[in-house]
T-cell receptor, first 114, second 114 residues
Framework: EPEVTQTPSHQVTQMGQEVILRCVPI?????FYWYRQILGQKVEFLVS????????KSEIFDDQFSVERPDGSNFTLKIRSTKLEDSAMYFC????????????FGPGTRLTVL | AQSVTQLGSHVSVSEGALVLLRCNYS??????LFWYVQYPNQGLQLLLK??????LVKGINGFEAEFKKSETSFHLTKPSAHMSDAAEYFC????????????FGTGTLLAVQP
């Protein structure tokens, strides 16, 4: 059964460093998402991406964040200069179409900023 | 603004007992509603979804949920709990037609006692 994969499973970085979180969505999906979950808090929407551009972003998704689909398979989230408060679990999700509304989630990347 | 509230961050039931996880939503337009489950060290898996068709929705693993507009609720139930149901459960909402982003509740951790 196709699934969304994410690498790495755990990333530790120093404050101020750049990190790139990688996702491989399900191959025939067209809609891509990033969410995050700070420990003990709810899962929060960051950004949605369709047709090679951002379709929606939350107020969390500021200039320090960017997303990219560099080839036909990967979908990346970059944080340019990490802060302590960026420590969280980051989930990638993909969906086949907007009408379906079903999003398939990856296992997450735990980001720890020291 | 749309939101969901999950009553009870921890619920414990005995194996074979009824499972009831509560979710109330707040939405100014007819919402689409979802229940996701997260097993340890895994991503979020869709259990079921309500998209304005039948108000009683059946999902995977014997779970079902009923959309009650008068009560703004979408509670998740299962007649008989199994040990394998132990996981964290998230209710989520997305307003129909406007956006695909999911707005999650804070989650309910279900423990099943033998």
């Amino acid at each position: 059964e196709p699934e969304v994969t994410q690498t790495p499973s755990h990333q530790v970085t120093q404050m101020g460093q750049e990190v790139i979180l990688r996702c491989v969505p399900i191959s025939n999906h067209l809609y891509f998402y990033w969410y995050r979950q700070i420990l003990g808090q709810k899962v929060e929407f960051l950004v949605s991406f369709y047709n090679n551009e951002i379709s929606e972003k939350s107020e969390i998704f500021d200039d320090q964040f960017s997303v990219e689909r560099p080839d036909g398979s990967n979908f990346t989230l970059k944080i340019r200069s990490t802060k302590l408060e960026d420590s969280a679990m980051y989930f990638c999700a993909s969906g086949r179409d907007s009408g379906n509304y079903e999003q398939f989630f990856g296992p997450g990347t735990r980001l720890t900023v020291l | 603004a749309q939101s969901v509230t999950q009553l009870g961050s921890h619920v414990s039931v005995s194996e074979g007992a009824l499972v009831l996880l509560r979710c109330n939503y707040s939405s100014s337009v007819p919402p689409y509603l979802f229940w996701y489950v997260q097993y340890p060290n895994q991503g979020l898996q869709l259990l079921l979804k309500y998209t304005s068709a039948a108000t009683l929705v059946k999902g995977i693993n014997g779970f079902e949920a009923e959309f009650k507009k008068s009560e703004t609720s979408f509670h998740l139930t299962k007649p008989s709990a199994h040990m394998s149901d132990a996981a964290e459960y998230f209710c989520a909402v997305t307003p129909s037609g406007a956006t695909n982003k999911l707005i999650f509740g804070t989650g309910t951790l279900l423990a099943v006692q033998p």
